[in-house]
């Protein structure tokens, strides 16, 4: 099991750009793919884009596609999830996810989730 935990959440203008990281510990990036997700105030959990590290597969939401791009400091075992371009629309608490096998879209694959950290985009 690896424990993820989130920060960098803030509130930006539209427009603007904002950086979300994931912290692990437990066991190596490596060894996982890696999700991100958002939650807007009633509404479904949505997937927002991922990566399997093995083998560098990415991707990403159509909503995010071109706007946010994911990437890892290894030596920190830390994933980071930079948003450009928000969108008030972008609004949510994101979370990280982990799972043992491929980079998928669906939240119910993933089997570690962090605490989530919320971001804020004005209009």
């Known amino acids: 099991q690896v424990q993820l935990v989130e920060s960098g959440g803030g509130l930006v203008q539209a427009g603007g750009s904002l950086n979300v990281s994931c912290a692990a510990s437990g066991r190596p990036f490596s060894s996982y793919a890696m999700g991100w997700f958002r939650q807007a105030p009633g509404k479904e959990r949505e997937f927002v884009g991922c990566?399997?590290?093995?083998?560098?597969?990415?991707r990403y939401a159509d909503s995010v596609k071109g706007r946010f791009t994911i990437s890892r400091d290894n030596a920190k075992n830390t994933m980071l999830l930079q948003m450009n371009s928000l969108k008030p629309e972008d609004t949510a608490v994101y979370y990280c996810a982990a799972r043992s096998l491929a980079c998928t879209s669906y939240k119910g694959d993933y089997t570690s989730w962090g605490q989530g950290t919320q971001v804020t985009v004005s209009s």
């Open positions: 990566v399997t590290w093995s083998s560098g597969f990415q």
